[in-house]
């Protein structure tokens, strides 16, 4: 099971803002930075947010990350359709000495 | 533009092996960590491997310390993943990513483990 502890499901109305949440420990990300990734149905991940609040180039701006002590935090304002998808936070553990991913979120738009 | 296709996938039986390959373009593949993840079917994402730019460091999870290799030549720009001993539970798409964090990813490889 992973270290990285997200809720199942989200779910929103078009236009509405949804927040994801990941909660990890000290050896997480409390010492490392959180990236975030988008998997559409049936394709491969897409990295959305770096360094707990960057967004890549073509990442639109509805997309933005937070990350206090050891959670950090995915929102999506102004939901639109083409947001179903699932969501991981992911970040380096410094005690597995490895990199983890959450347990993914599904995000629902009614 | 950067590109990552796998190959190499398929179905094998319990105990077997195989392995993967990931063609880079579109970047300097020697300049970059290289990273493998996986999907069990239905589930979450699992990260397995990465190694340095220049391979002198590699990582490995646990469950696959000791049964999986990961390699790379920077010649072809090409990234490896030799799995042997391999079990129901390896089954999954092996996906090929860009650095430490997955910047950017593949399209995947499907292994299947079963007899």
């Known amino acids: 099971q992973s270290v990285l502890t997200q809720p199942p499901s989200a779910s929103g109305t078009p236009g509405q803002r949804v927040t994801i949440s990941c909660s990890g420990s000290?050896?997480?990300?409390?010492?490392?930075?959180v990236n975030w990734y988008q998997q559409l149905p049936g394709t491969a991940p897409q990295l959305l947010i770096s360094d707990n609040n960057q967004r890549p180039s073509g990442v639109p701006d509805r997309f933005s990350g937070s990350k206090s002590g050891t959670s950090a935090s995915l929102a999506i304002s102004g939901l639109l359709s083409e947001d179903e998808a699932d969501y991981y936070c992911a970040t380096w553990d410094a005690s597995l000495n490895g990199f983890v991913f959450g347990t993914g979120s599904k995000v629902t738009v009614l | 533009e950067v590109q990552l296709v796998e190959s190499g996938g398929g179905l094998v039986q319990p105990g077997g092996s195989l392995r993967l390959s990931c063609a880079a373009s579109g970047f300097t593949f020697s300049n970059y960590w290289m990273s493998w993840v996986r999907q069990a079917p239905g589930k979450g994402l699992e990260w397995v491997a990465n190694?340095?730019?220049?391979?002198?460091?590699?990582y490995y999870v646990d469950s696959v310390k000791g049964r999986f290799t990961i390699s790379r030549d920077n010649a072809k720009k090409s990234l490896s993943l030799q799995m042997n001993n391999l079990r129901a539970e390896d089954t999954a798409v092996y996906y090929c990513?860009?650095?430490?964090?997955?910047?950017?990813w593949g399209q995947g490889a499907l292994v299947t483990v079963s007899s």
């Open positions: 190694i340095k730019g220049d391979g002198s460091e590699k």
């Open positions: 000290s050896s997480n990300i409390g010492s490392d930075t």
């Open positions: 990513a860009r650095g430490v964090i997955g910047d950017c």
